[in-house]
């Protein structure tokens, strides 16, 4: 069945830095693009960044662009955020989410991010 594992979240001073994994299986990786969403508390979900599916071209929010950055591996099946400089706006459950050319999307559960001193 698919599945998109998050993993890497926590709890971080500002200034720091996290690093999140998204491991995916039951479905073709390499075909698909990837994305990092997050949601804080009584905001919406929002989209933070995005990779192609060879990794060649990648999106972000203007909030995180210098400070974020998506990559991915497709022989391992896994797509990163590398974050870095957090700031306490950044704090939000973190969601890993695929996409194909098509109309196929899948979810992960969510990882927290908390960024605080």
């Known amino acids: 069945q698919v599945q998109l594992v998050e993993s890497g979240g926590g709890l971080v001073q500002p200034g720091g830095s996290l690093r999140l994994s998204c491991a995916a299986s039951?479905?073709?990786?390499?075909?698909?693009?990837m994305s990092w969403y997050r949601q804080a508390p009584g905001k919406e979900r929002e989209l933070v960044a995005t990779?192609?599916?060879?990794?060649?071209?990648?999106n972000y929010v203007d909030s995180v662009k210098g400070r974020f950055n998506i990559s991915r591996n497709n022989a391992k099946n896994t797509v990163y955020l590398q974050m870095n400089s957090l700031k306490p706006e950044d704090t939000a459950v973190y969601y890993c989410?695929?996409?194909?050319?098509?109309?196929?999307?899948?979810w992960g559960q969510g990882t927290q991010v908390t960024v605080s001193s």
């Open positions: 989410y695929a996409q194909s050319g098509g109309t196929e999307t899948y």
């Open positions: 039951g479905f073709t990786f390499s075909l698909y693009a």
């Open positions: 990779i192609t599916r060879t990794g060649y071209s990648t």
